[in-house]
């Protein structure tokens, strides 16, 4: 089955770092992505991953482990902005193409 | 680049009566779109795909003649809820994929906020 699991609150301070854990299990699996969802918007683009290690962009950094089905998002410096809800997606490849199955969400709440 | 519109951003409406959302890529060709919909809290549902030019692949337990999806273009799909009841009040998202992408990552429509009254 496709099945896809995060922990739906997480607090942290500013100025801090916070670790976002994702698991997965995704047949046909083609590489897991994380976005931003700020209530009632869109969701942002943050990171791919496909193969397995550690992709870093400015302060937000995402780790792959395939063999695992395990990653994470990783904030450094946290600022009151970055409170949102970050979303794990897993891309599956199947015969009509590739979709995105996402788990619930971790909504982030930065104090200051 | 890569931006997605969505139109209307809100809309309320009868119970019984139809609903027409509209999701435009802007600024790029998408042969592939999706539509998500979104509950309070929760993630993000895929409801189907839409291919241009050809019908919508829709996801289990989705009923495509309540929900139907128009491709008729590369920058235009539609989607329409019809005779919309209570329980269709929901988020709705679009979202299209840009060919040659560095990620090829799907860039998402601000989304369109349905009340069914």
């Known amino acids: 089955g496709q099945n896809i699991d995060q922990p739906t609150e997480m607090t942290a301070t500013e100025g801090a770092i916070v670790q976002i854990n994702c698991t997965y299990q995704t047949s046909g699996f083609n590489g897991l992505f994380w976005y931003q969802q700020h209530a009632g918007e869109a969701p942002t683009f943050l990171s791919y991953?496909?193969?397995?290690g550690l992709e870093e962009k400015g302060r937000f950094s995402s780790f792959l482990s395939r063999s695992k089905g395990y990653s994470y998002l990783l904030l450094k410096e946290l600022q009151m902005k970055d409170s949102a809800s970050y979303l794990c997606?897993?891309?599956?490849?199947?015969?009509?193409?590739?979709?995105?199955?996402f788990g619930q969400g971790t909504e982030l709440s930065v104090k200051p | 680049g890569a931006v997605v519109s969505q139109h209307p951003s809100r809309v309320i409406c009868k119970s019984g009566t139809s609903v027409k959302i509209e999701c435009r890529s802007l600024?790029?060709?998408?042969?592939?779109m999706f539509w998500y919909r979104q509950f309070p809290k929760k993630s993000l549902m895929l409801m189907a795909t839409s291919n241009e030019g050809s019908k919508a692949t829709y996801e289990q337990g989705v009923e495509k003649d309540k929900f139907l999806i128009n491709h008729a273009s590369l920058t235009l799909s539609t989607l329409t809820v019809t005779s919309a009841h209570p329980e269709d009040s929901s988020f709705y998202i679009c979202?299209?994929?840009?060919?040659?992408?560095?990620?090829?990552?799907?860039?998402f429509g601000p989304g369109t906020r349905l009340t069914v009254l």
């Open positions: 600024d790029f060709q998408a042969t592939t």
């Open positions: 997606a897993s891309e599956r490849i199947y015969n009509q193409g590739g979709k995105l199955i």
């Open positions: 991953n496909v193969l397995d």
């Open positions: 979202s299209a994929k840009l060919q040659g992408a560095v990620y090829n990552e799907q860039f």
